[in-house]
């Protein structure tokens, strides 16, 4: 009989979809993955943590992967250091989005990429047309 891994799934989380910006999100949903199912999930806080400290909490969370909307360079070098495989450029449903990868049809942007970020003004949301966070 063998042990079967237990992989861990984080997003980027905001009111059942997937926040568009990876420093600036207030949750992550946490999927447990066994034999490629779902077989629970949490909500975590962020408790306001900036972009720093979220890969370094991602990897006390023993999290594998992260499905995020828009990412800067130094968060996807701390992920990539942490050992944790990155999609982003993702939107929409969370849960739908990990059961896309799960499913090996996620529609992720491999150059996704925020290189405006601590630049953010009032009133601006990452993803507002001509941003950039989206990657697109």
Do not use: R, W
Not at 39 to 51: E, L, N, S, Y
Not at 57 to 64: A, Q, R, T
Request: proline residues 1%; glycine residues 20%.
């Amino acid at each position: 009989m063998s042990n079967v891994e237990i992989e861990k799934i984080a997003v980027t989380y905001e009111n059942g979809n997937v926040f568009p910006h990876f420093g600036h999100t207030g949750q992550f949903k946490v999927y447990d993955i066994e034999g490629g199912k779902v077989i629970g999930a949490q909500v975590v806080d962020t408790d306001g943590k900036g972009h720093g400290a979220l890969a370094g909490m991602l990897s006390g969370l023993k999290v594998d992967t992260l499905i995020c909307g828009g990412i800067g360079a130094g968060a996807q070098m701390a992920l990539k250091e942490a050992g944790i495989k990155l999609y982003g450029g993702v939107s929409g449903d969370a849960d739908e989005a990990v059961n896309a990868l799960l499913a090996g049809n996620l529609n992720f942007n491999p150059e996704v990429h925020c290189d405006h970020h601590d630049h953010h003004g009032e009133g601006h949301h990452c993803g507002e047309a001509g941003h950039g966070c989206t990657g697109n």
